[in-house]
């Protein structure tokens, strides 16, 4: 607690020392990134890259076309086509993309279908029967036993990976020209009894029991977007409430009616070439001006400073659990965007000053931040409860204490014990605040003056 505490405390400190005149509001700074790069010189297999995914034990795998490199936080494994062992090899053929089931195991599409067993470090091969379509999107059910492979211009196959049994669905719902857009899909979403499918002909149900396509119903007003937009992906959210989708042009949420209640147009220069998005719902995209992100949480936007030249270099993104940013390029290696370690809040107050001192304390379980500024003349004390979580750092807000007497002098210290907040002054001697020992308020009408006397002992007065 004491570390988590000392660190919220510095990261505002340093923040507070630029003597900015405030205006009652609190601005995020955007963290910096330490940037990473990972050639063949450091273990990676190879230079190409064409899927990065990180699996349930938190390795990093990155495939190309001749292997697959699995990273543990320090070295890289390769994993590469054996021909004189098939059952151990990574794949067979050349890789074509990287994928995770819902527990998070790796999975490689090749010529074959491939999965990592980590208890005999080498992959099982399975051979669903695609008929040389190529497969564009994959999909796992909760149990991972039923996949489902979207395909471009050949609609949608199902594999049960137990029996080995290959089915194949193609969407007849529309027009002849229609109909090789229904059936090129971007993005699935399994939805428990349908499949939500996007293609580049709108949005799709897929009902799994009638093996058929519909459309989904939706506001008319919204079906101009839904049913003949090209949509380029889906995105599932831990809210089952909502959906987003990647129509071209922008992002769109969904409600479970498939009302359209957020969008968000991208810059008329946009040019998004991968996307990706992270655990805390924020998308990142790749474009040929930069890495480009968008919160729908607060509306915030903007590129990353620093990663225009590499997003240019990239043809795959991908953000892993611990907010590390991944670029893979097609000749140039593999990238790792690291965010600082500390992050760095800015908080606002309504009058200019520079904070002198200040303690953080613990009641009840909860830290409690307290926070002196003055000129030696007029002096103030602010307080705040701080969150368990420092993620939620931005819910923190400040009170300005009415002090009666006021606080006289140059404050110099402060020092909080078992139910007193200390206050040190040059020449005006230390004055004692009650604290409450059940809600950790600074109760600053209770206060105590103590002053040194001429035999240099302290006395007690007001």
């Not at 940037?35 to 899927?51: C, M, Y």
């Not at 494994?77 to 067979?92: A, G, I, M, R």
Request: a neutral charge; one cysteine or more.
């Amino acid at each position: 607690m004491k570390s988590r505490a000392y660190g919220l405390l510095v990261a505002f400190g340093m923040c507070c020392a630029v003597h900015i005149h405030l205006a009652a509001q609190q601005h995020s700074l955007q963290p910096e990134y330490t940037i990473k790069h990972f050639t063949p010189e450091n273990g990676l297999g190879t230079v190409q890259t064409r899927g990065i995914v990180q699996d349930k034990h938190g390795f990093i795998w990155a495939g190309s076309r001749e292997l697959v490199s699995r990273f543990d936080g320090y070295n890289f494994k390769v994993y590469q086509f054996d021909p004189k062992n098939l059952l151990k090899s990574s794949y067979t053929g050349g890789i074509l993309s990287l994928h995770t089931d819902r527990e998070k195991n790796l999975w490689i599409k090749s010529e074959l279908f491939s999965k990592y067993d980590p208890k005999i470090d080498s992959f099982m091969h399975y051979k669903p029967n695609l008929q040389l379509s190529v497969v564009t999107r994959i999909c796992f059910e909760n149990d991972s036993r039923i996949v489902w492979f979207g395909t471009f211009n050949s609609g949608l196959y199902s594999f049960d990976t137990e029996s080995g049994e290959t089915n194949h669905f193609i969407n007849k719902s529309i027009d002849s020209l229609g109909n090789v857009l229904s059936n090129s899909i971007r993005g699935i979403s399994d939805r428990d009894s349908f499949l939500l499918v996007a293609t580049l002909k709108g949005l799709w149900k897929f009902d799994k029991e009638r093996k058929i396509f519909n459309r989904p119903k939706c506001n008319p007003k919204d079906s101009t977007i839904l049913y003949q937009k090209n949509i380029w992906e889906i995105f599932d959210s831990q809210n089952e409430d909502e959906i987003w989708i990647f129509p071209s042009g922008g992002l769109i949420r969904l409600d479970q009616n498939f009302t359209i209640t957020q969008s968000f147009n991208f810059p008329r220069t946009f040019n998004s070439v991968m996307h990706t998005r992270d655990g805390q719902g924020v998308f990142w995209l790749g474009t040929k001006n930069g890495i480009f992100r968008y919160d729908p949480v607060d509306g915030s936007s903007g590129y990353l400073e620093g990663g225009a030249e590499i997003a240019r270099l990239a043809n795959n993104i991908f953000i892993d659990r611990e907010q590390n940013l991944w670029l893979g390029t097609e000749s140039y290696g593999l990238f790792q965007f690291s965010p600082s370690k500390i992050r760095f809040n800015h908080f606002n107050f309504d009058t200019p000053g520079a904070f002198i001192t200040g303690s953080l304390y613990q009641v009840n379980g909860t830290d409690h931040l307290v926070l002196i500024r003055g000129d030696g003349h007029t002096n103030e004390m602010w307080t705040a409860n701080l969150p368990i979580l420092s993620s939620a750092i931005d819910s923190v807000r400040f009170q300005k204490l009415d002090i009666n007497p006021p606080l006289q002098g140059l404050i110099m210290d402060t020092f909080v014990g078992k139910n007193k907040l200390w206050v040190c002054s040059w020449q005006k001697g230390i004055t004692a605040f009650a604290v409450n020992t059940q809600t950790g308020i600074i109760e600053t009408n209770k206060q105590e003056r103590f002053i040194s006397d001429e035999k240099k002992q302290m006395r007690s007065g007001l």
